[in-house]
DNA sequence: TTGAAAGCGTTACCAA
DNA sequence: TTGGTAACGCTTTCAA
């Protein structure tokens, strides 16, 4: 077994908080004792203080932990949630903090108990369906946390934009150029997944929370032109997937009147359905699409899209996380998104 | 403060072992004593066992460390990396593992203490470039790794390719293909960045184990068609990026006689190189361009490249950690290549 | 089925 | 500058 601290102090006749303390605290220690030990460490092969035993004396962690919904596997197919975590590493690095990232397995039970075994000093919770369980059991353990989708207590730490807004501006651009038959994409649009297409009696009906925002956006915009709620053809998508935007938006073929444009409410699932337009000759090709987010592959394709900062929001988590501002009202930060016009969004064709 | 499990113990009037059975071990005690333990915790808001005092006292912490050269933000910049990350996910959450994000800074004492200092039960050693003092630290704490570029010792568990014989397969093709002239683009070949163009005496002095390798691997095949490793151009990128690639190419087009043919190390390395070439104009369109890993979006854009099993490294590495092979021997995998050919490499062009 | 006692490997505090 | 003592919060024998 590897030595301990203890044997260490023993070897060189010396108590355990002064060896300790030549790790910790090299002030508290004439530099020859603690080279002395140092020394023997080395040679019995010990490798520094136990980083569990540690935290556990110590109440600190070292680590925050990042909050998904379901696997990472899936969580990282949209470069989205990569780039927000590469934001949540910069400042976790800056602070010498670890980085434990969280799958949150899809039933309430489990999720709650993923967050009451990670071992962290606190939570950036990325975009989880339902915030409540996971927020309550966070509370539960005490820890500080930040969210970046829904807002929950007016005390807490926010970091996010204004989804309903940002969407509301790729739903106006495509009003001015005359598009009044439209479609929007999203998933988790149903509590659990029914038709590709359907008419969903409510926005608030919607159950993700971003998704909801970003529809009730859309919404707005079509509304202020006349077009009710009710006339937008809803297209659910079983995951945030570009394959599951292809195959939500192919339905739209086989309508009688179909849309002239889609609303995505990501770019993955606006490449999805880019992707099923182009199998639809010429008429696809022709209908107007919009994504939100900003990925790279966007401005290579030229999709039209609501561009959210990714990194900044992850690091601003993270930072709203390690170094608390003092007054909690500085803890809600709004961040800014563009609209990107781009050729995927163009006038709607006469014919 | 938050209650302990003694506080539940001692509000319930039971001891704390049966506490800690009601969570941990259901079978140990009655149903309704257990049931009565829960709401009662519940009640006091408590949360579970703290999990930093049961990895302690279990000797395990469910989490194992990815330990990459560099920031995340860095590392997270090339597609195979979060690929790769993605792979060791899903195999951990199967085990119900957590994962921990090692960042390693640049010096090696820095780097030492992050792995002395990681709370996990082992560790996925993501290309490292000073793997032998990384491994002394790992090995120092006697905890578990997979390494997943150079190989270590002849039992350690390893996953991973033929660099130099998948390198070999590109530039073959480039020979066929009639290239003799052509420059080896890379990151870390040299001991300190210099100058972007240079000459290096021999490959073995590249400090780098994987851009050696394949390095190793270009230079195999063109000797066999009779061009000596001083013939060939070597291109210095200062870190595996596309800009940094785009500037290291930028330095052809004033060579007497440029290249017809560049070989990247990496798809980012590459994509960078096609950058800078299309900037040179119809010359720069003519040379062919190959890249190493085909992560995405080469496809998109046709580049050649030899494909390497992204997800599956990842993922294998993870399951070796986390289901060791009772043979020692089974633990070294070797995953195949593919070479991909696409539209960025052609024939010389005559002129 | 329940409980008492003995740690797990540290660090913090206070006294020497 | 150094050492003793008491936790940190839990789990695990083993005995009742």
């Given at each position: 077994?590897?030595?301990?601290?203890?044997?260490?102090?023993?070897?060189?006749?010396?108590?355990?908080?002064?060896?300790?303390?030549?790790?910790?605290?090299?002030?508290?220690?004439?530099?020859?004792?603690?080279?002395?030990?140092?020394?023997?460490?080395?040679?019995?092969?010990?490798?520094?203080?136990?980083?569990?035993a540690?935290?556990?004396?110590?109440?600190?962690?070292?680590?925050?932990?990042?909050?998904?919904?379901?696997?990472?596997?899936?969580?990282?197919?949209?470069?989205?949630?990569?780039?927000?975590?590469?934001?949540?590493?910069?400042?976790?690095?800056?602070?010498?903090s670890?980085?434990l990232?969280?799958?949150?397995?899809?039933?309430?039970?489990?999720?709650?108990?993923?967050v009451?075994?990670?071992?962290?000093?606190?939570?950036?919770?990325?975009?989880?369906?339902?915030?409540?369980?996971i927020?309550?059991?966070?509370?539960?353990?005490?820890?500080?946390?930040?969210?970046?989708?829904?807002?929950?207590?007016?005390?807490?730490?926010?970091?996010?934009?204004?989804?309903?807004?940002?969407?509301?501006?790729?739903?106006?651009?495509?009003?001015?150029?005359?598009?009044?038959?439209?479609?929007?994409?999203?998933?988790?649009?149903?509590?659990?997944?029914?038709?590709d297409?359907?008419?969903?009696?409510d926005?608030?009906?919607?159950?993700?929370?971003?998704?909801?925002d970003?529809?009730?956006?859309?919404?707005?915009?079509?509304?202020t032109?006349?077009?009710p709620w009710?006339?937008?053809?809803?297209?659910?998508?079983?995951?945030?997937?570009?394959?599951?935007?292809?195959?939500?938006?192919?339905?739209?073929a086989?309508?009688?009147e179909?849309?002239?444009?889609?609303?995505?409410?990501?770019?993955?699932?606006?490449?999805?359905?880019?992707?099923?337009?182009?199998?639809?000759?010429?008429?696809?090709?022709?209908?107007?699409?919009?994504?939100?987010?900003d990925?790279?592959?966007?401005?290579?394709?030229?999709?039209?899209?609501?561009?959210?900062?990714?990194?900044q929001?992850?690091?601003?988590?993270?930072?709203?996380l390690?170094?608390?501002?003092?007054?909690?009202?500085?803890?809600?930060?709004?961040?800014?998104?563009?609209?990107?016009?781009?050729?995927?969004?163009?006038?709607?064709?006469?014919?």
């Amino acid at each position: 077994m590897k030595p301990t601290l203890k044997a260490v102090a023993e070897a060189v006749g010396v108590s355990r908080s002064t060896v300790s303390n030549a790790y910790g605290r090299p002030d508290q220690l004439s530099t020859e004792l603690r080279e002395r030990i140092l020394e023997t460490a080395r040679q019995m092969g010990y490798p520094g203080p136990d980083p569990t035993a540690r935290s556990l004396r110590r109440g600190v962690v070292g680590a925050i932990g990042v909050l998904f919904t379901s696997r990472l596997s899936y969580a990282f197919t949209d470069p989205f949630a990569v780039r927000f975590v590469t934001g949540v590493a910069e400042a976790a690095e800056r602070h010498d903090s670890n980085l434990l990232l969280v799958p949150l397995p899809p039933d309430a039970s489990g999720a709650r108990r993923a967050v009451e075994n990670a071992a962290v000093d606190g939570f950036c919770v990325y975009c989880v369906g339902d915030e409540e369980g996971i927020l309550a059991a966070i509370r539960g353990r005490g820890l500080p946390f930040v969210t970046t989708s829904a807002r929950s207590g007016a005390d807490d730490r926010w970091v996010g934009i204004d989804e309903r807004a940002a969407a509301r501006s790729a739903a106006a651009h495509l009003v001015e150029l005359g598009h009044r038959r439209v479609a929007l994409l999203g998933h988790d649009v149903l509590p659990r997944a029914a038709s590709d297409l359907l008419r969903v009696a409510d926005v608030a009906d919607v159950p993700h929370p971003t998704t909801r925002d970003r529809f009730a956006g859309f919404a707005d915009a079509f509304a202020t032109a006349g077009v009710p709620w009710s006339d937008l053809t809803v297209l659910t998508a079983r995951d945030n997937t570009r394959d599951a935007g292809a195959a939500a938006t192919s339905a739209l073929a086989s309508l009688p009147e179909p849309p002239t444009a889609v609303l995505a409410a990501s770019d993955v699932l606006a490449f999805g359905a880019l992707d099923a337009l182009r199998e639809q000759g010429e008429w696809g090709r022709q209908v107007s699409v919009t994504g939100f987010d900003d990925i790279a592959e966007a401005a290579t394709v030229g999709l039209t899209t609501v561009r959210q900062p990714a990194e900044q929001k992850g690091r601003t988590a993270a930072e709203l996380l390690l170094e608390p501002p003092a007054d909690a009202r500085a803890g809600q930060i709004l961040l800014p998104t563009t609209l990107v016009v781009r050729t995927s969004s163009g006038p709607v064709p006469r014919s």
